[in-house]
C-alpha cells in the first residue's frame, strides 16, 4: 500500500461490494459508504496511534460530521479502492478527506470533520503529538 506523499496520515484499502450491500436499485447503498469510512479511519488510527494507545491515555476519537458527494453508482462486481488521509488539523478540530474509485474513476468523495475527547468528561483534547507531527511533516 503506497503512501502519497502529498497526504498526510494517508492510508488505502480495497473494499468488494457483497451482495447484501446492494440497494434496490442494484447499487451499493449510502450506508455502505459509511462503514468503509469508519475501516478507513481505523487503518488511519492502526498504522499512526493505535486506538489501544489512545484510550490508555484516556482520549478518543469522534466524528462529529460526515458528507459525502456521490458521483457513480457502484455496483456488485466493482473493485472499489478507497482512500483516506488529513486535509485539515486545528488545535483540536480536524478533517480526514476521503476518496472511493473504480478502475481510478472517482465513484464518491467524503469528508469527516472530528476531534478527541477525554474519555471520562467527554471535554474536547487537544490532537494527540503523534498525528500534529505527522501532519506537519506532509505540510513542509
Keep these: 500500500m503506497p503512501v502519497d506523499d502529498r497526504r498526510p496520515l494517508h492510508v488505502e484499502l480495497p473494499f468488494q461490494p457483497k451482495t447484501y450491500d446492494i ?25 499512526y496511534l493505535p486506538l489501544t ?8 476519537p469522534v466524528v462529529m460530521r460526515t458528507t ?3 458521483k457513480k453508482p457502484v455496483k456488485l462486481f466493482d473493485s472499489v479502492n478507497g482512500a483516506m488521509w488529513a486535509s485539515e488539523m486545528g488545535n483540536v478540530k480536524g478533517i480526514l478527506s476521503a476518496e472511493f474509485t473504480v478502475n481510478g474513476s472517482v465513484v464518491a468523495a467524503a469528508e469527516q470533520v472530528g476531534l478527541f475527547v477525554k474519555m471520562n468528561s467527554g471535554r474536547p483534547v487537544a490532537f494527540p503529538e503523534e ?3 505527522q501532519f506537519e511533516t506532509f505540510r513542509k
Aim: cysteine-free; hydrophobic content about 50%.
Design 23 to 47: 440497494d434496490f436499485a442494484g447499487h451499493v447503498s449510502n450506508i455502505v459508504y459509511i462503514r468503509w469510512l469508519e475501516d478507513l479511519r481505523m487503518m488511519v488510527l492502526d498504522r
Design 68 to 70: 459525502i458527494d456521490y
Design 53 to 60: 494507545i489512545l484510550m490508555e491515555r484516556g482520549i478518543v
Design 131 to 133: 498525528f500534529r507531527r
